[in-house]
Antibody
Framework: EVQLVESGGDLVQPGGSLRLSCGASGFRFSNYWIHWVRQAPGQGLVWVSHINGDGTRTSYADSVKGRFTISRDNAKNTLYLQMNSLRAEDTAVYYC??????WGQGTRVTVSS | EVVLTQSPGTLSLSPGERATLSCRASQSVNSNHLAWHQHKPGQAPRVLIYGTSSRATGVPDRFSGSGSGTDFTLTISRLEPEDSAVYYCQQDVNAPNTFGQGTKLEIK
């Protein structure tokens, strides 16, 4: 069974940092591109970033470029999102997604003083 | 950036009816990289369709996808009450990847 499990969401002050993780099981992790997607309160789904199977290619939404870094550890079957210089507008539920396989359950990030 | 525009914004139909949801792209999208997702309140989204027309594991055959170029369609035949949700199209070939704004499907 394909499983994606996010963790690391928390309440953080503006300007702070957070690292999200997405653990994977049930499939060959290194074969797939993986995305981070977020949903702010009352809003739709917004693509944040993606990374290819061996971690050599990444891309970011303009709203997070220079502040967020996506990475993966294929030996640990885990995807990461390092989030720095957090802003109130980064408040959202963050999901990992493999388009052909499925979504994680999400982890909540709240940026507030 | 490829902008995906979904229509209608809201759709209200009765059980047993057929729903047709549209996703129009601002430029051509490789059909291998167009997906549809279902999102119910309080739940994680769910992949319905990938590669324009391939159903994800466990998705009933009432759900079907079609299209090419800039015009894509999700069709739900024989609506059931549990189909009430917001439906999003997504393209994941052109960076930045993008989602449509969603179509809210209400079952009367």
């Amino acid at each position: 069974e394909v499983q994606l499990v996010e963790s690391g969401g928390d309440l953080v002050q503006p300007g702070g940092s957070l690292r999200l993780s997405c653990g994977a099981s049930g499939f060959r992790f290194s074969n797939y591109w993986i995305h981070w997607v977020r949903q702010a309160p009352g809003q739709g789904l917004v693509w944040v970033s993606h990374i290819n199977g061996d971690g050599t290619r990444t891309s970011y939404a303009d709203s997070v470029k220079g502040r967020f870094t996506i990475s993966r550890d294929n030996a640990k079957n885990t995807l990461y999102l390092q989030m720095n210089s957090l802003r109130a507008e980064d408040t959202a539920v963050y999901y990992c997604l493999i388009t052909n396989l499925g979504w994680g359950q999400g982890t909540r990030v709240t940026v507030s003083s | 950036e490829v902008v995906l525009t979904q229509s209608p914004g809201t759709l209200s139909l009765s059980p047993g009816e057929r729903a047709t949801l549209s996703c129009r792209a601002s430029q051509s999208v490789n059909s291998n990289h167009l997906a549809w997702h279902q999102h119910k309140p309080g739940q994680a989204p769910r992949v319905l369709i990938y590669g324009t027309s391939s159903r994800a594991t466990g998705v009933p055959d009432r759900f079907s996808g079609s299209g090419s170029g800039t015009d894509f369609t999700l069709t739900i035949s024989r609506l059931e009450p549990e189909d009430s949700a917001v439906y999003y199209c997504q393209q994941d070939v052109n960076a930045p990847n993008t989602f449509g704004q969603g179509t809210k499907l209400e079952i009367k």
